[in-house]
């Protein structure tokens, strides 16, 4: 929907902040709004969506002219908000039933909210400042704390423009060098951390208002399971805008091509590598007008490099470029876009790791990482530093749920909103909503998730009227990247993640002092 920044450093010129706030217009090219007052900074780069008009453009007043708001995101139920709580409207739009929704509750309202959001809000009576962040982070948020000061954005280049910071974080690097990705709240900068998910922070306090269950619950039926990923989807088309679906051919992306039945799906891929056969089967099934994006190897690192200097940080997975590429011309025809993220990690996709946590008797984290890191030198001590959060869950398979279900999950979902964002789409997840199914598929049992060892039964069983039985039973792939055959002019003697992993950070790091090249041949380091 938008880009949010906001700052109340010192010494921080309008013309500075405009600047910054300007670095995520792919994020909002449709309006620009500046606020300044009492020593803060709100401002907001706006991707029109939801009431197209001027008037919901932002920053947005409360009715009572107390409270501002920035807010990047989209909340599906905020009508049934307006009718249940009576809220008078001068919009169409959700940016108000947020603001009006907070002025009335304070905090709690985010217990209401169904949606994707980052926000920070200004009392503009006492200047206190509240941000949140939704429960599974879809949305981005970024945050620089430092001597009683404070600056908030959806991207990390604005922080950077305004604080300085250049130092890379230790822990960061780390992570991202075993693990392709960050955890935590670190980033790759020091200084610099990702705003918690299912957070909020008022008053310099800041509050965990949403966990995911722990307890143990049965399964749903087929036809409750159905209801849940049909009303899901519905929701996530509320636009005024053309919306369209990423259809690869995979199970995950059929359902909800199938479902959403919008008129344009999209699909990417390199001549000799790709899924295009199989995205042909299921826009033929479902009546789509397909497209077929093509990339080279050339281009790919063209684009890679264009990504990192725009966003400045490493990306995660090499697909995120793929992801880009295809974007670019999503946005030709659609401004939101379906994506199936988190269907793997509520359905236990990733087989491998899921079958081997479920047949352990005890938690080893050395095979946790053969089968899930990402480097190739040996980190044990960053794994079980990003693992921390659930090890007190005792049972492999609890561990593992909810490590991909939180953690995982989360940089799949960072690395969807910055490749669309980047190309002014926003994308949806109807797989990741909180209340319909990532709470009610919390903790069931693996096999119902894997019944008879088969992966993702119960969708390929729900859902076998509306998919073709070649894609019910086709393997499951990866978003093909032959990183064999890209040049990306590092070490040869490197395994190909590795090589991928250091062009990130050689491209990133190019006109920083600070850096020393991280990846050694030293596999002890």
């Avoid at 990690?345 to 079958?355: K, S, T, V, W």
């Amino acid at each position: 929907m938008c880009g949010i920044l906001f700052t109340n450093e010192p010494n921080v010129s309008k013309e500075s902040f405009g600047a910054a706030l300007h670095m995520m217009y792919h994020r909002g090219p449709d309006a620009y709004g500046l606020w300044t007052g009492k020593g803060n900074y709100l401002g907001q780069t706006r991707l029109k969506i939801i009431d197209l008009d001027n008037r919901s453009n932002q920053p947005f007043w409360s009715a009572d002219g107390r409270f501002l708001l920035i807010f990047n995101g989209e909340i599906y139920n905020y009508k049934d908000l307006v009718r249940k709580y009576n809220i008078p409207q001068k919009t169409t739009s959700d940016t108000e039933i947020v603001i009006e929704m907070f002025s009335r509750f304070g905090a709690r309202f985010l217990d209401c909210l169904n949606g994707m959001f980052a926000l920070v809000i200004l009392d503009t009576t006492t200047n206190e400042v509240f941000i949140a962040r939704d429960r599974l982070g879809v949305k981005p948020l970024y945050i620089c704390r430092r001597n009683g000061h404070l600056t908030v954005s959806s991207e990390i280049a604005p922080l950077l423009a305004i604080t300085g910071i250049k130092k890379f974080d230790e822990i960061g690097l780390r992570q991202y060098r075993k693990l392709r990705s960050f955890f935590n709240g670190h980033t790759i900068y020091s200084g610099i951390e990702m705003f918690p998910a299912a957070h909020f922070q008022f008053n310099g306090l800041v509050k965990k208002y949403w966990q995911m269950p722990e307890y143990e619950q049965t399964p749903p039926n087929d036809e409750e399971l159905r209801e849940m990923i049909i009303e899901s989807i519905k929701m996530r088309r509320i636009a005024d805008v053309p919306v369209g679906a990423y259809l690869s051919g995979g199970l995950d992306s059929t359902i909800i091509a199938a479902l959403a039945h919008e008129p344009h799906t999209w699909t990417v891929g390199f001549a000799n590598n790709n899924e295009f056969d199989w995205g042909r089967i299921a826009a033929e099934r479902i009546g789509s007008i397909h497209h077929e994006v093509l990339i080279n190897e050339i281009e790919f690192i063209y684009l890679a490099r264009e990504m990192i200097y725009k966003r400045q940080e490493p990306l995660s997975v090499p697909n995120e470029v793929l992801l880009y590429k295809m974007t670019k011309k999503v946005k030709e025809y659609n401004t939101v876009i379906l994506s199936g993220e988190g269907a793997d990690e509520l359905f236990f996709g990733y087989d491998r790791i899921f079958r081997w946590a479920a047949q352990a008797k005890e938690w080893n984290l050395q095979e946790f990482s053969r089968l899930y890191a990402y480097g190739s030198h040996e980190d044990l001590e960053i794994i079980e530093d990003v693992l921390t959060p659930f090890l007190h869950l005792k049972k492999p398979i609890a561990i593992v749920a909810h490590f991909f279900q939180v953690a995982h999950l989360h940089g799949l979902l960072r690395r969807l909103d910055n490749s669309t964002m980047l190309c002014s789409v926003e994308a949806r997840v109807p797989f990741v909503d909180h209340h319909l199914l990532i709470e009610r598929m919390a903790n069931v049992a693996f096999d119902y998730r894997m019944k008879n060892g088969e992966v993702k039964s119960p969708l390929k069983r729900i859902f076998q009227d509306i998919i073709p039985q070649s894609i019910i039973h086709r393997p499951k792939v990866g978003f093909p990247v032959p990183l064999n055959a890209i040049n990306f002019g590092e070490d040869k003697r490197l395994p190909p993640m590795d090589q991928w992993l250091a062009f990130n950070l050689r491209i990133l790091t190019q006109g920083f002092a600070t850096f020393k090249d991280f990846f050694t041949t030293n596999k002890n380091d």
